[in-house]
């Protein structure tokens, strides 16, 4: 009988030793697909760990190996340095699993080695400051949290992680960049400065922006726009153009063209303190399209900015009702939902022409219901102003769009004489002429052209979100928006969605924080119960 029960014990001891091993095996393999896989569900607000849709667009059409070498300094940096590599870190795995093996990432430390400090300068990294603070004493140590992106030859590198802006738009954009996947060309006609005086154009920062996303620039000139290989057209504070120059923007519509207007409807002089009325002649076309803007100034004293004015008491703080936070934006459209405002200065109205059109027709951006509108006498000096009562204030658009087919001014006009390259001129047949657009054709109107200038956008400026409109516009009109949401995904604390239920947080702490040490315990009660109700039965046939 001691033989048999020393045989039982050895089998049950066996039985236990084996049962661990095999248990912990399977925790291995289950971790082992786990991280290979990179699955987990993300009940974050703004999907902070999930990559983005444009993101798996982008990885899906490349067709060779993207290298991409991170410098980034790895011992000692400050907690929010240390949250954005570890986010790149796991994006880079993500990555190479959406793109199915072509992103290649490698981390190198410029902080440990000399050597790879001089490689990461050369490559443009760029060293930074890091701030520490602790109980009793806050110290700066020079860093490093930047990458370098390599397709087929072409490098994009991004000197720094800026915090202001998600990791992944931050290395999806670079990756666009380097292996050209999606470049389209816009067209920009401006008014340019003067170099003979020093002087510098007002939108010189809007190419910048634009080809930081990727995108070709292209000058147009207003006098002879040649419009041929522009994906996108946009025309910021127009002069009165030819008519030829009308009939060549017409017709790039009519072809499906996409326009973009920034022009006001009075002509501002700030210095003097006056405003006149000057609609420019670009409105002779989009009344055809159903829009025009309109010679007003708006005040809007429900939105208005705080502003320092200068009295005989001195400096004074009041609200300005020509600057303007407009925050009464499309919610429906993928250009503004996820702008929380647009800054105005000076605008100008939007409204529907008297011609109409059958095409989609939508507002985009209004004033608040507190806001006055000026016409044919100005007034420029705030202080000057009195706040008005509600019943002399309504609401105002300042940007529309239109999509859908439109009809050209110039079915019912004769088209105008066109000058060739050689300086020759044609007649335009009335055959040449396409009187109804495609109906991907889309045109914008925005009545504030100076939300753009130089000093506006600024990355320093709060005006820098007009930036970002711009950029919206040009995803949305070129690339079909993907771009949109990943560049609206700010990096910030993950935060759980406002419509997690208590028991789904509760659920997920459990999972996140005692779901192996419950397994584990569940697994031992179970066996515990099992073993015992085996030791019962072997009683009942061999007995004690």
């Known amino acids: 009988m001691t033989t048999n029960a020393s045989n039982r014990t050895l089998k049950y001891g066996t039985n236990v030793v084996i049962g661990t091993i095999l248990f912990f095996a399977v925790l291995v393999a289950i971790n082992f697909f786990a991280v290979k896989s990179r699955t987990r569900v993300d ?71 000399p050597k790879i400090e001089e490689e990461a300068q050369r490559k443009g990294i760029r060293e930074q400051t890091m701030q520490k603070v602790g109980t009793t004493e806050l110290s700066l140590k020079a860093g490093y949290l930047g990458f370098v992106v390599d397709y087929k030859g072409k490098t994009e590198t991004v000197a720094a992680l800026r915090p202001e802006q998600s990791v992944e738009y931050q290395l999806t954009r670079a990756i666009n960049k380097a292996a050209q996947v999606n470049v389209p ?22 190419p910048r922006y634009l080809e930081e996303e990727g995108y070709k620039t292209q000058n147009i000139e207003a006098s002879k726009p040649n419009l041929k290989d522009v994906d996108l057209l946009m025309i910021f504070e127009p002069e009165d153009l030819s008519e030829e120059a009308l009939y060549k923007i017409d017709q790039y519509v009519m072809n499906g063209g996409k326009l973009f207007v920034a022009a006001s409807g009075v002509n501002i002089n700030p210095q003097m303190g006056r405003a006149t009325t000057k609609v420019p002649n670009i409105n002779s076309i989009l009344e055809f399209y159903g829009m025009r803007i309109n010679g007003d100034l708006l005040e809007d004293w429900g939105k208005a900015l705080p502003r320092l004015y200068r009295t005989q008491r001195g400096l004074v703080r009041a609200p300005d009702p020509f600057f303007v936070a407009v925050t009464d934006l499309n919610t429906t459209s993928v250009i503004t939902k996820d702008l929380s405002a647009l800054i105005t200065i000076y605008p100008s109205s939007v409204s529907t022409s008297a011609h109409g059109t059958s ?52 079915a019912t006009v004769e088209p105008p004489v066109l000058t060739n390259d050689d300086g020759t001129t044609r ?15 889309t045109v914008i109107v925005y ?28 995803d949305a009109l070129t690339r079909g928006g993907e771009m949109i ?17 208590p028991a789904e947080a509760i659920t997920a702490q459990v999972l996140a924080i005692g779901g192996v040490p419950v397994a584990l315990i569940i697994m031992g009660l179970a066996r515990f119960y099992f073993n015992r109700l085996k030791r019962l039965r072997y009683r009942e046939i061999y007995g004690s």
Not at 84 to 113: C, M
Not at 190 to 205: H, I, R, S, T
Not at 427 to 441: C, F, G, I, T, W
Not at 447 to 472: K, Q, R, Y
Request: glycine share 4%.
């Open 43 to 113: 009940l974050t607000r703004g999907k902070q760990y999930t990559i983005s849709e444009a993101t798996r667009k982008i990885l899906a059409s490349l067709k060779d190996r993207v290298n991409v070498t991170v410098y980034a300094t790895m011992q000692e940096t400050p907690p929010d340095w240390t949250e954005q590599r570890n986010q790149l870190f796991d994006l880079l795995q993500e990555y190479r699993i959406a793109s199915r093996g072509k992103v290649h990432f490698t981390f190198k430390d410029p902080s440990a080695d």
């Open 185 to 206: 060309t816009v067209g920009i006609m401006a008014p340019a400065g003067n170099p003979f005086f020093g002087e510098q154009g007002k939108y010189e920062l809007v």
């Open 359 to 410: 095409a989609s027709l939508e507002v985009l951006a209004r004033t608040s219901p507190l806001t006055r509108r000026q016409e044919s006498f100005f007034t420029l000096e705030p202080e000057k102003l009195r706040k008005p009562s509600k019943q002399d204030c309504d609401t105002y658009n300042i940007c529309m769009m239109v999509q859908g087919r439109l009809e050209s001014r110039f």
């Open 427 to 441: 007649a335009v047949l009335a055959s040449e002429v396409k009187r109804e657009s495609d109906p991907k054709a």
């Open 447 to 474: 009545s504030c052209p100076l939300s753009f200038h130089n000093e506006v956008i600024s990355p320093t400026s709060d005006g820098v979100i007009n930036a970002l409109f711009l950029l919206n516009v040009a």
């Open 485 to 501: 949401s990943l560049r609206s995904k700010q990096a910030q604390n993950a935060v759980l969605r406002p419509d997690i239920t």
